[in-house]
């Protein structure tokens, strides 16, 4: 999923935090209660883990997790998470984050604050993880993996061994596990890091194949042209920004530097995906930056960007592009995955296909890659008294038959074993489709934001753990008719094939998500008033009415940030990344 940059005020709250709390969660306590098997994997390891259930009740842990987004209810009541009770012996209760992550770290923020942290955290802010840490206030984990961890151990080592090395600041042990340990996010219809264009109104424009961001414009003239409102009679634009969110400004060179080969990470750098090194990614006047900067404020100029970009928060614009009034995409998520709603609507016209426009030939970013896990950081509070339910969970989360319910859901919801292989249920061609299924029967609040081992292919049974991939030929059932033609047109078996003509298509982010100054050093503060300039003047230089203005703002945007001290982050965050370049040798 993607990531945020940190919330605006975060780091000047964290220092209030550290002095209000430096004594906090040394409240330690083992949980009295027995639970349920952590999971019924057919693996040995699991096998002999479940030999410690001796109770049918399950345990009730409290769950924060900062990409949770808005949930309908604390406990959610679905088939998935009857399972989880049953098979791993907890019941989930979620802590409201609110919508965006600056909003769940701000929350999370006052927990710190209050000493009333919930039994499991799981978030990427290293400010807080790091504040965590140094105060006392999560648990070391090893004795609870040694106990109640067989598949974290059998599963996902490598994983909790760049934990130690990178995350545990110094101490010995582990205090952090990564998410999605092992995944490469394959999604056959999967749109995350390119543009996505309307494909019907594309051919209908009669423009060709788009291979530059200047013939991006010009399908965005003609399809505003060909589909001037929605069908609800709102009037339509090329896409939206939600400037209004902290760090909202990330989409604007989301799509450009990915296919320029750059992945954008701390300290107000790119990573050279193909050099694997840090470069400017704010300062430098020719980079993938400005030349992002240069098409939205065409676009803006053009009538094309979304007047309202300026005051939109996430939600606003994801429920625009639900509603069709978006002709791109920057990402499935960011425009609401609309065509899940057009093939609910039975519409037979519509739909996004993928363009790469000009990107590079070799070394782009098109789907996310986390060998040895993501940045989203599980940790256990010191002060819970449900550690070892905690951890049982933990370790369903990396089981695989966690993983699989997690993603898929109980059998004969939305998929049956066919021929000894689970594979999805078949699509009645004469049924609408519910585009809310997954949130009906639970997986997708589960997967993959509490998915711990996120290798995608089960070496007990042979099969991949994302039940859709075991049946490729299917794939085609869940596109629209755009995608289809996509498909047919470029010999393709799914739309997403086509990163494939690419030898490298990830990054890997590894050495720098780790980078990060303590909250209390110089260097933090700095890096917090940066990001609040770019939150307050990203927009307005792309507001600029003509070009010699959008010059203008642009070297004034430029010698600002030089002024500021921009150089001073970039340089400790590169000093980190070379660092951990030399602790991983270690590993080896």
């Not at 994997?41 to 399950?58: D, F, G, I």
């Not at 309307?198 to 003239?221: I, M, N, Q, T, V």
């Not at 704010?282 to 930056?289: G, H, I, L, Q, V």
Request: include cysteine.
């Amino acid at each position: 999923m993607k990531r945020w940059p940190i919330a605006t005020g975060m780091t000047a709250t964290l220092l209030v935090i550290a002095t209000a709390c430096s004594g906090g969660g040394s409240n330690s306590g083992n949980n009295a209660a027995q639970e349920g098997s952590p999971s019924s994997s057919p693996s040995s390891s699991s096998a002999a883990s479940s030999n410690t259930q001796q109770s049918t009740e399950p345990v009730t842990i409290k769950v924060f997790h900062a990409n949770a987004g808005t949930l309908p209810s604390n406990v959610l009541d679905n088939p998935v998470m009857d399972e989880i009770e049953k098979r791993a012996g907890v019941k989930l209760e979620f802590v409201n984050t609110g919508g965006s992550q600056d909003e769940a770290n701000q929350k999370l923020s006052t927990l710190i604050a209050t000493n009333d942290l919930p039994d499991l955290i799981i978030t990427g802010d290293m400010n807080i993880n790091k504040l965590m840490l140094k105060n006392g206030m999560i648990e070391p984990l090893d004795n609870l993996i040694s106990q109640y961890g067989p598949d974290l151990t059998a599963n996902v080592k490598e994983g909790l061994d760049y934990s130690r090395l990178m995350y545990s600041d110094g101490k010995d042990g582990l205090y952090f596990v990564p998410g999605l340990i092992g995944d490469e996010s394959f999604y056959p219809m999967g749109y995350d890091l390119v543009f996505q264009v309307r494909g019907d109104l594309l051919e209908k424009s009669g423009l060709g194949e788009l291979k530059s961001l200047d013939d991006l414009l010009a399908y965005g003239k003609a399809a505003q042209q060909l589909e001037p409102t929605n069908a609800g009679g709102q009037k339509t634009y090329l896409s939206g920004i939600p400037f209004a969110d902290p760090g909202g400004w990330d989409y604007v060179d989301w799509n450009t530097a990915h296919n320029d080969g750059f992945a954008s990470v701390g300290g107000f750098n790119y990573l050279d995906i193909e050099k694997n090194e840090l470069v400017p990614r704010f300062t430098d006047e020719d980079n993938s930056f400005w030349k992002a900067m240069t098409f939205w404020n065409k676009a803006y100029r053009e009538g094309l960007l979304d007047p309202e970009s300026a005051t939109m928060k996430a939600q606003q614009v994801q429920d625009k592009g639900k509603a069709l009034r978006y002709h791109l995409g920057l990402a499935n998520w960011q425009i609401g995955w609309p065509n899940d709603v057009i093939r609910g609507n039975k519409d037979t016209e519509k739909g996004f296909i993928p363009t790469l426009l000009d990107a590079k030939q070799d070394y782009t970013f098109f789907r996310f890659s986390s060998p040895v896990g993501n940045n989203m950081l599980w940790s256990i509070s010191k002060k819970s008294d449900k550690k070892e339910a905690v951890m049982k969970f933990m370790n369903f989360a990396a089981s695989w038959d966690g993983v699989e319910l997690m993603w898929n859901g109980p059998e004969g919801q939305l998929w049956k074993m066919d021929g000894g292989v689970p594979k999805p249920l078949p699509v009645d061609p004469n049924k609408p489709s519910d585009p809310d299924a997954a949130k009906k029967v639970g997986n997708a609040y589960m997967a993959p934001n509490f998915i711990i081992n996120g290798k995608p292919l089960n070496p007990d049974k042979g099969w991949k753990v994302k039940y859709g991939d075991n049946a490729p030929e299917r794939y085609v059932e869940n596109m629209t008719e755009p995608e289809k033609k996509y498909i047919a047109d470029h010999q393709l078996k799914y739309p997403t094939q086509i990163f494939e003509t690419r030898q490298h298509y990830s990054a890997d982010t590894s050495l720098i998500d780790p980078v990060k100054p303590d909250p209390n050093s110089d260097v933090a503060l700095l890096e917090q008033q940066i990001k609040t300039y770019l939150d307050m003047n990203i927009a307005r230089v792309v507001y600029a009415k003509d070009d010699a203005s959008f010059a203008a703002a642009k070297q004034k945007f430029i010698k600002e940030l030089s002024n500021m001290g921009i150089e001073k982050v970039m340089n400790f965050y590169k000093e980190g990344f070379e660092t951990n370049k030399q602790k991983l040798s270690t590993m080896h």
